[in-house]
């Protein structure tokens, strides 16, 4: 069964430029979620969805963030004029039936910005 | 990270020794995973618990819902034990996991 795939693995921008994760989550998986991870800190949710449905975007700078995942199956998160602060890995992750369920990481997106 | 504490926040052990790792929560958690995050930076599942204990290979977790913590113990550790731990939780009330801050293990020859 293959795992969550994620790319690109690597992306390096200077402030101000825009850059898009793509997520595959394990097939079968109604609930997807992006995580962003700062150096040396755990992860932290942005926004998750169960199938094509946001459930929470609570944590996600709207101004400059946004997610979708139009048919319910691979999703994109994409950030509009980086910053610094942004510089993290963005990690996707998936589970069956809800938060509650065994949670699968993709090898995540290691983001630069200069 | 307040409603999920990790301790220690690291770890060095030499190989073949035991350890432990521990989670404590401030929040009514009703199931936990705990994974390892490689030096590349994949994470993987090590265990999901409700409350109980569950053993894999090396590896033994608990979780106890009523004293509110969870363990990690790694037995005979070896160099590819190497890399940080963190436990997650699910807890009453909740939205999505809160993950700890993490313990980062060191194992030498």
């Known amino acids: 069964e293959a795992g969550v795939t994620q790319s690109p693995r690597y992306a390096v921008l200077q402030e101000g430029q825009a850059v898009s994760f793509w997520c595959d989550p394990i097939?079968?998986?109604?609930?997807l979620y992006w995580y962003q991870q700062p150096r040396d800190q755990g992860p932290q949710l942005l926004v998750y969805?169960?199938?094509?449905?946001?459930?929470?975007n609570s944590q996600l700078p709207s101004d400059r963030f946004s997610a979708v995942r139009p048919k319910g199956t691979n999703s994109t998160l994409k950030i509009q004029s980086a910053k610094q602060g942004d510089t993290a890995t963005y990690l996707c992750?998936?589970?069956?039936?809800?938060?509650?369920?065994?949670?699968?990481f993709g090898e995540g997106s290691k983001l630069t910005v200069l | 990270g307040d409603k999920v504490k990790q301790s220690p926040s690291a770890l060095s052990l030499q190989e073949g020794t035991n350890s432990a790792l521990r989670c404590n929560f401030s929040?009514?958690?009703?199931?936990v995973q705990w994974f390892l995050q490689n030096p590349r930076g994949s994470l993987m599942n090590l265990f999901y618990?409700?409350?109980g204990t569950k053993e894999n290979g090396r590896l033994k977790s608990a979780f106890d819902s009523k004293e509110s913590y969870s363990t990690l113990h790694i037995r005979d550790a070896q160099l590819e034990d190497s890399g940080t731990y963190f436990c997650?939780?699910?807890?009453?009330?909740?939205?999505?996991?809160?993950f700890g801050t993490g313990t980062t293990v060191s194992v030498s020859p």
């Open positions: 992750a998936s589970s069956l039936v809800g938060y509650t369920g065994q949670l699968y």
């Open positions: 097939s079968g998986h109604d609930t």
């Open positions: 969805f169960r199938d094509e449905a946001v459930i929470d």
């Open positions: 929040i009514a958690a009703t199931t």
């Open positions: 618990l409700v409350p």
């Open positions: 997650a939780a699910a807890y009453q009330g909740g939205r999505a996991l809160i």
